[in-house]
């Protein structure tokens, strides 16, 4: 049986595999998969992280980072799960040439908002008291048309 060990260590984390054995604690992992593979490998590890962990991917060290931050590749394709509910944003963004991070990142909120909307999410909601709790952004009129439209069906 393996265990996979995570450790930081000087703002990196290093993952690997190991055999339990009672050596000392102060055994580390020695690479950082990053530094070991060429850029390509990397990137289709990170492609296949969720947006939430991307973003911690992000933060992990100044080589991923790096990597992260100049693939427009792995938010192109997060952003592109998120224009199923905010097309209009999202097109109207990249009409004005922001990034797809740039794009992701303003219209991230709004989608999983949206699409809890219109799911049925609060259909429930009786005053906005009751929304107090809850993260929210502001929508646009075409939006609100949609979920009206969505709860009058229901």
């Not at 055999?19 to 690479?31: D, F």
């Not at 509910?85 to 991070?101: A, M, N, V």
């Amino acid at each position: 049986m393996q265990h996979v060990c995570l450790q930081r260590i000087s703002n990196a984390y290093f993952v690997c595999e190991r055999r339990p054995t009672l050596t000392s604690a102060t055994e580390t992992c020695p690479h950082n998969f990053a530094e070991m593979l060429p850029t390509e490998m990397s990137l289709k590890i990170f492609s296949e992280l969720d947006i939430d962990s991307l973003c911690s991917a992000l933060l992990t060290c100044k080589l991923w980072h790096h990597i992260i931050e100049d693939s427009d590749h792995l938010w192109r394709n997060h952003c592109l799960t998120v224009r199923a509910f905010c097309q209009q944003e999202i097109d109207g963004d990249r009409q004005y040439g922001l990034s797809w991070k740039v794009t992701l990142v303003r219209n991230y909120r709004r989608g999983f908002l949206k699409r809890e909307w219109l799911r049925g999410r609060y259909s429930n909601i009786h005053s906005a008291d009751e929304l107090l709790d809850r993260n929210m952004c502001s929508l646009d009129v075409e939006t609100w048309g949609e979920i009206l439209e969505a709860e009058l069906e229901r």
